[in-house]
């Protein structure tokens, strides 16, 4: 295992850069529960307002349909553990720092959690070269896959969706479209300069994220299908697929009323539609607010004592 690593590593290009010896710094240390604290905070935040006994009141009962919930929230920590145990042959601990980093990205700043899960793997990981490079490729070629699985299905739907009058203009959606292939023209043209990993390792990761978003999507449709089955799980289905490209069009603004509206188009049952929608956002930030608790907590807890001064 650890020749399989090393031959790995060795396969990066030259621009990613050197490991720096992890000094343990004044500060350093502070690193992990500052964030846990932070995430308390948040959370602290919105539970102050949160009507539990309305949730209780709409959601399922069904045990499939919490199954189903509890793989769907995985599907990304999931797949990120399969990239990195093959890039890294990170332990199974790596699953924890995933679901922070995960979190960290949901509650705090988009890409903190990239920051501390680089952070993790300096001091857990052995490796020969920095963990930066491959952690930024990862990352990279998550927006690169998402975006291009869009361009691909708005070429395909496109000429359905010009017959419902949605509020989407074309100047908008044109104008989204024409940053998403930009952005995509980029980073194709510049991956050599971009990119640190082998162009088997970057295929390999591409794949992984390709099917990540089928299975998120197909899984979003079950559970949607499981809330109202009177709606065929095909519908849920286009549903599924026209959330992610709307997620994905950066110049567009209400972007839950025009899917919302589309929704309602497609399925019917107006009121149904916007309690369930509710319903699984509200779900997914209790999620990330139990699972945040939960991980800040266990930090905070088994923060060893320190010795002495750091160097």
Do not use: C
Not at 153 to 178: E, Q
Not at 218 to 240: K, R, T, Y
Not at 256 to 282: H, S
Request: hydrophobic share 60%.
């Amino acid at each position: 295992m650890t020749r399989q690593i090393s031959a790995t590593l060795d396969s990066a290009a030259p621009n990613d850069p050197l490991p720096l010896p992890v000094r343990q710094h004044s500060w350093w240390v502070w690193i992990t529960p500052a964030l846990s604290i932070a995430i308390l905070a948040i959370v602290a935040w919105h539970f102050r307002t949160f009507d539990f006994q309305q949730l209780i009141a709409v959601v399922p009962k069904s045990p499939l349909f919490w199954g189903v919930f509890v793989i769907y929230y995985m599907t990304g920590i999931v797949f990120d553990f399969i990239i990195f145990r093959w890039l890294w042959g990170i332990p199974l601990e790596g699953m924890v720092a995933l679901a922070r980093k995960n979190v960290s990205n949901q509650l705090l700043v988009d890409y903190l959690g990239e920051a501390y899960f680089y952070s993790w793997a300096r001091k857990k990981v052995k490796m020969t070269t920095s963990p930066f490079g491959a952690v930024k490729d990862v990352a990279i070629l998550s927006a690169f896959v998402s975006n291009i699985v869009t361009l691909v299905m708005m070429a395909m739907v496109y000429p359905f969706a010009r017959t419902f009058n949605l509020g989407l203009t074309s100047t908008a959606l044109a104008a989204s479209v024409g940053v998403i292939t930009l952005i995509s023209l980029i980073v194709a043209l510049f991956s050599k300069h971009i990119f640190s990993l082998s162009k088997g390792q970057l295929w390999g990761i591409s794949a992984l994220h390709a099917v990540r978003l089928i299975v998120s999507n197909v899984l979003m449709a079950v559970l949607w299908s499981i809330a109202l089955p009177q709606v065929a799980l095909g519908w849920w289905l286009v549903l599924a697929t026209a959330k992610m490209l709307l997620g994905r069009l950066p110049l567009i603004s209400n972007k839950d009323v025009i899917f919302a509206a589309f929704a309602v188009l497609v399925v019917g049952n107006d009121k149904e539609i916007q309690i369930l929608m509710a319903l699984m956002a509200t779900l997914m930030l209790l999620t990330h607010l139990l699972v945040g608790a939960a991980l800040a907590i266990g930090d905070l807890v088994t923060l060893p004592p320190r010795r002495g001064k750091a160097d």
